[in-house]
């Protein structure tokens, strides 16, 4: 084959990712994984049974529609409505995908040209990089610093560029569970409009924000709705992550572009479990409401194992995820301590380090998810403590 590299260029250095890493050494050691992000316990029991009614009823078992099949589509936008009162048109301003992964993926490879910088918040969730790089673009990392991992928004303003096309933006945010505030995205909305700059927006965990702070998605901002791509997805909401139904919402415009690239990517996928997802979205006020009572819950009690084991905790405001810093152990390298964790405890968590372009910024945090099983969870700080003695 000679001696060109089989992997190309763009993504170079990509190789595994974290959580199949991480979720593998879990595995083999049998350790208990706080590392990648899904519930041990599935969703809602009406909603399975949804799926195993769509399924028998032959709803989807053939190709869905390419936008997805239209009792979903009607009722993310009334979802939307409902909790935010932004109003869509099905038709043409909501996309199924294949999880908020493939909406991200298509909505770089469709808006991007090779070339065109994209500024995004720094730890990222890992498949922007890659698929910024998959797009031939360049990613422009806006550093998340500890202890509050607030944006810096002259920071922002100083790395927008004639090349900058448009700002990523998570809230809330995964790995640091930032949720911004109305005044940040206003303050990012007036940049994007003086840049004119697209805005893209995963939101994937927008069902989860605590102590009170208000999830706003950007596109309710003045003048936001025909600059913006909203994403998000069923996996955390409901609690199904392997169905992987998410969805893009947008103008017109953005839709039919993001679509274009979607339906070369996977087409469609899905079919029966869109149906349920369709009647998850419609489950009451109360669901949403227990589910974000519930993982607060959780936050707090695996937070308090992580200090009494003597991390140094950041409370994350949003997302299934705790930053923590492992300096107090006088230890300053995240990968090796998430190496050597399974070992030395019986669990598995998540180098942040690895989300970070500035090698410095995260060296030493690590991430814990908390959407287990209390028993689980209690487990888990029960063998972390062997870190304190
Ligand atoms: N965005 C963020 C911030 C995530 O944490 C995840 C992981 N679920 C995704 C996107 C991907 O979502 P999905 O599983 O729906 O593809
Ligand atoms: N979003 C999940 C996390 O952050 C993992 C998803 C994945 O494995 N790609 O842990």
Redesign the pocket.
């Known amino acids: 084959m000679g001696t060109r590299p089989l992997l190309n260029r763009r993504l170079d250095g990509l190789g595994t990712?974290i959580?199949?890493e991480m979720?593998a050494l879990a595995a083999t050691t049998g350790s208990i994984n706080l590392?990648?992000?899904?519930p041990d316990t599935d969703g809602p029991e009406a909603v399975r049974e949804a799926a195993v009614r769509a399924l028998r009823d032959g709803r989807g078992n053939q190709y869905p529609p390419g936008p997805g099949v239209p009792e979903l589509r009607t009722a993310i936008g009334d979802h939307q409505h409902r909790f935010y009162d932004l109003s869509l048109d099905p038709d043409t301003e909501i996309l199924v995908t294949a999880g908020a992964?493939e909406a991200i993926a298509a909505t770089m490879l469709a808006l991007l040209e090779p070339g065109d910088e994209v500024i995004a918040f720094e730890p990222y969730?890992?498949?922007y990089a890659a698929c910024i790089a998959m797009a031939g673009a360049h990613r422009v990392p806006l550093t998340l610093r500890a202890p509050s991992f607030r944006p810096d928004l002259d920071e922002l303003r100083s790395k927008i560029t004639p090349q900058t096309r448009l700002l990523l933006l998570n809230t809330p945010h995964?790995?640091t569970g930032t949720v911004l505030t109305a005044e940040e995205q206003s303050s990012i909305a007036a940049l994007a409009v003086e840049h004119d700059l697209l805005i893209v927006t995963d939101e994937?965990y927008e069902h989860l924000a605590f102590d009170g702070a208000a999830h706003v998605p950007i596109s309710t901002l003045p003048g936001m709705r025909e600059r913006t791509v909203s994403i998000s997805s069923a996996g955390k909401t409901f609690s199904f992550?392997g169905w992987k139904v998410g969805w893009v919402t947008a103008n017109a415009a953005l839709i039919a572009a993001v679509r274009t690239a979607k339906q070369y990517l996977t087409f469609v996928s899905a079919g029966p479990f869109q149906y349920a997802v369709a009647e998850a979205l419609r489950l009451p006020g109360t669901y949403f409401e227990d589910f974000r009572a519930d993982l607060q819950r959780k936050r707090d009690l695996l937070g308090e194992g992580l200090r009494a084991a003597g991390f140094r905790v950041y409370q994350p405001q949003g997302t299934y995820?705790i930053t923590t810093d492992i300096a107090p152990f006088g230890e300053k390298d995240a990968y090796a301590f998430c190496r050597a964790l399974p070992e030395r405890c019986g669990v598995v968590a998540?180098p942040n380090s690895v989300f970070y372009d500035d090698p410095n910024a995260g060296r030493s945090q690590v991430r814990f998810?908390f959407c287990k099983k209390d028993d689980v969870l209690h487990e888990a700080a029960a063998r972390l403590q062997r870190l304190a003695s």
């Open positions: 990712t959580f199949a979720s590392g990648q992000g899904f992964t969730y890992d498949s995964n790995p994937v992550t995820f998540v998810t």
